[in-house]
């Protein structure tokens, strides 16, 4: 490589996107990010009932998909009782 570390590089301040629980997580943004999806979770958010209303890539689920959903969670609430949250 032709990039050679000076002490300048050492002292730099640390960018926002590589600071703990950045959006980025640590990815610089200006880098193309390759996820499997086998390895990540297929949701990042959840409304306060435990439904995802975000992908992976933090976009947000279309309203048809967040019903879809609802519903299975409602009906595996009731196959395994009321009282589990």
Do not use: C, M
């Not at 490589?1 to 996107?17: N, Q, R, S």
């Not at 610089?28 to 009932?49: I, L, M, S």
């Amino acid at each position: 490589p032709t990039f050679k570390f000076g002490v300048e590089d050492y002292i730099a301040d640390t960018p926002d996107w590589a600071v703990f629980g950045a959006d980025e997580e640590g990815f610089d943004p200006t880098d193309n990010r390759h996820r499997k999806k086998k390895k990540h979770p297929k949701y990042a958010k959840f409304d306060e009932e435990g439904v995802p209303t975000h992908d992976t890539f933090n976009e947000p689920l279309p309203a048809e998909d967040i019903s879809k959903l609802r519903i299975q969670l409602e009906e595996k609430k009731r196959q395994i009782g009321d009282d589990v949250t």
